[in-house]
């Protein structure tokens, strides 16, 4: 087998192991919210269902927020200019509001497992 | 003719019926027999799955009133489904610090419930208890790598 064709077989396999491999998906940069001047984005975030996930939140605003989800059960207030890792367990498939409390509600936005 | 009308509306009223029913428990909170006991009289009918419904929490309007604080207070914070909060060590210990400084403050239990509930009602003791039971928690979770709580739950 040729240089080139067992180069080419490896980077299929990884590439192949990477979408096969969910944990791999959630590991990477698709796993984050940004809070910043009344708003966050995403405001939908998709994450996979049934896979434990490292969801990264980050502050860009200049005032403390509060990452709050009831359905999620989980509450972390995220000081300006920080992120911080929430660990979200495997989810079933379903939608999961959150909010940043310390805007009473107003900033909001929602996890979709699917 | 007025005491008539609020008569009848009362009576209306106890047709629009809540619900009071206790879920199942499915990972309390685990704490030193002291602090656990403190906590069962001054939280848990709001704050968990284990709510004693008195009598008066079945005639409206009050029932409706008690619901809301119980539906809501499991929302922001249930005993009852402590091991929720574990698999997020962040969580956890932002739940522990808003009790420890709630109850620290003395704006947990609320003043209209410690009237209701003499029982509920915390010394500067258990206060105390509870406040370095939680901060003596924190430092020993604090010691430990990973995301998830070694407090556990029962």
């Known amino acids: 087998?040729?240089?080139?064709?067992?180069?080419?077989?490896?980077?299929?396999?990884?590439?192949?192991?990477?979408i096969a491999n969910p944990s791999a998906r959630a590991a990477d940069d698709s796993s984050q919210l940004r809070f910043h001047g009344g708003a966050v984005e995403p405001t939908s975030l998709m994450l996979p269902a049934n896979t434990p996930v490292k969801l990264r939140v980050t502050n860009s605003a200049d005032a403390a927020i509060e990452f709050e989800s009831f359905e999620l059960h989980r509450e972390r207030v995220v000081q300006p200019g920080q992120t911080i890792t929430v660990y979200l367990p495997a989810l079933p498939r379903g939608t999961y509001p959150f909010f940043d409390?310390?805007?009473h509600g107003a900033v909001k936005g929602e996890i979709v497992s699917r | 003719m007025i005491l008539w009308s609020a008569a009848i509306a009362i009576l209306v009223a106890q047709f629009v019926r809540v619900d009071r029913s206790n879920p199942a428990v499915p990972g309390d909170l685990s704490a030193p027999p002291v602090v656990k006991d403190a906590l069962e009289r001054a939280c848990y009918d709001c704050h968990s799955n284990q709510t004693r419904w008195p009598w008066y929490s079945a005639v409206a309007p009050l029932s409706w009133g008690i619901h809301y604080e119980v539906d809501e207070g499991r929302r922001r914070l249930n005993f009852s489904s402590w091991t929720d909060y574990t698999s997020d060590r962040g969580t956890e210990?932002?739940?522990?610090?808003?009790?420890?400084?709630?109850?620290?403050?003395?704006?947990?239990?609320?003043?209209?419930?410690?009237?209701?509930?003499?029982?509920?009602?915390?010394?500067?003791?258990?206060?105390?208890?509870?406040t370095r039971w939680v901060a003596d928690g924190k430092s020993s979770n604090?010691?430990?790598?990973?995301?998830?709580?070694?407090r556990g739950a029962r």
């Not at chain 1, 087998?1 to 990477?18: C, D, Q, V, W, Y």
């Open chain 1, 1 to 18: 087998m040729s240089l080139k064709t067992t180069a080419a077989s490896i980077l299929s396999l990884t590439l192949l192991a990477a």
């Open chain 2, 93 to 130: 210990d932002q739940k522990l610090d808003e009790v420890a400084s709630l109850i620290a403050s003395e704006a947990m239990p609320p003043w209209y419930y410690r009237a209701m509930h003499p029982g509920a009602r915390l010394t500067a003791a258990e206060r105390a208890t509870i």
């Open chain 1, 101 to 103: 409390d310390f805007s």
């Open chain 2, 142 to 150: 604090a010691s430990r790598a990973g995301g998830v709580s070694e």
